[in-house]
């Protein structure tokens, strides 16, 4: 069994910040990487941001220069820091790992998701 828990999401206003926090935990032999998922209200989940076992990072044009992801592998944790949000940044936040179990097995786990809204 694997959990993954996100942490950290609520109320900010424009131009302000948040930060989420994502723990990974269970069996896991390694993990390969992690990342960060938005879904605004009736729109389908897309990509905001990931980062490699190795430290590669990558992200969503929109959110380039405001966002930065970090991980630490001895800890499973990854981080997201949010910086001058924009209301369009509103939407449900998911963290996704890729995972290889001590098994030699390749899963990919998602938390529950956590809300971010930007408003006035």
């Known amino acids: 069994q694997v959990q993954v828990v996100e942490s950290g999401g609520g109320l900010a206003q424009p131009g302000g910040s948040l930060r989420l926090s994502c723990a990974a935990s269970?069996?896991?032999?390694?993990?390969?990487?992690m990342g960060w998922y938005r879904q605004a209200p009736g729109k389908q989940r897309d990509l905001v941001a990931t980062?490699?076992?190795?430290?590669?990072?990558n992200y969503v044009e929109s959110v380039k220069g405001r966002f930065t992801i970090s991980g630490d592998n001895g800890k499973n944790t990854v981080s997201l820091q949010m910086n001058s949000l924009k209301p369009e940044d509103t939407g449900v936040y998911y963290c996704?790992?890729?995972?290889?179990?001590?098994?030699?097995?390749?899963?990919?786990?998602w938390g529950q998701g956590t809300q971010v809204t930007v408003s006035s």
């Open positions: 996704k790992v890729n995972i290889v179990t001590p098994s030699y097995s390749s899963l990919q786990v």
């Open positions: 269970g069996r896991i032999l390694r993990i390969n990487d």
């Open positions: 980062i490699t076992r190795g430290g590669g990072t």
